[in-house]
């Protein structure tokens, strides 16, 4: 960053971003947060106070969104307590607390508070491609530009349909599930077709990683045999 701006080309680099890899040879695609991270140096310099306070602001946002999750989930009750309860255990016991505390964090703390809003706003929409929907959708676009982890979105938001369509009959059930998973469906498609142009892989984010081989030859499996162990 401090190179890029010192040659004048600070924001022309930084959106190129959003078209090309961060950090080669390592296959990350993490646009947004190194876009925040230049807006950081451009309007703070280097005084780490305002740093640390958007890596705050982040987690506070993940915070409401559990408590919005929560509320709308909750069975049979309209209480504060549960909501309430669950956004203290995600704000002050996390189990990544250094995401937070570490600058070079940000990207989870995006990654996570966008996932999380994309799950409220789908919640909350009453209609196919409502601004609800849109915001949700607009929010899975900032979390896979943030980190890679954006890419579970498809799996919550099937969980999450599961959930809310569960009074329909079943036929009627299963295909509002599909018809709310099919634009998540189409935008990881996009996602990973977009890593596989810029990188070669769909998959790999590190260059000595191969995740398909992996599961191609069963050598993942020495990963459930490794936490037994520590579940014990």
């Not at 601004?131 to 999450?160: D, T």
Request: glycine share 8%; with cysteine; hydrophobic share 50%.
């Amino acid at each position: 960053l401090f190179e890029w701006r010192g040659n004048g080309e600070l924001w022309s680099r930084l959106f190129a971003e959003f078209v090309s890899g961060l950090d080669a040879p390592s296959h990350y695609y993490r646009p947004f947060t190194f876009l925040s991270y230049g807006l950081n140096l451009t309007l703070s310099g280097t005084h780490p106070v305002p740093w640390h306070l958007i890596n705050l602001v982040g987690h506070l946002a993940a915070g409401a969104a559990v408590y919005r999750i929560t509320s709308v989930l909750q069975v049979g009750a309209s209480s504060r307590v549960g909501p309430a309860f669950a956004t203290a255990l995600f704000l002050l016991l996390g189990t990544n607390v250094e995401a937070v505390a570490w600058i070079s964090g940000r990207y989870d703390v995006f990654a996570t508070a966008f996932s999380l809003w994309a799950a409220v706003f789908y919640l909350e929409s009453r209609a196919g491609f409502d601004r609800r929907e849109l915001g949700a959708l607009l929010c899975g676009l900032l979390a896979l530009a943030s980190k890679e982890s954006g890419a579970v979105l498809p799996g919550l938001i099937a969980c999450l349909a599961w959930i809310k369509h569960g009074e329909s009959p079943a036929a009627v059930r299963w295909q509002s599930i599909a018809r709310d998973v099919a634009p998540w469906v189409l935008l990881i498609a996009g996602y990973f077709a977009l890593r596989l142009a810029i990188f070669g892989s769909m998959l790999s984010v590190y260059p000595d990683a191969n995740p398909l081989l992996r599961i191609a030859d069963g050598s993942w499996m020495t990963l459930p045999r490794t936490a037994l162990p520590w579940l014990s």
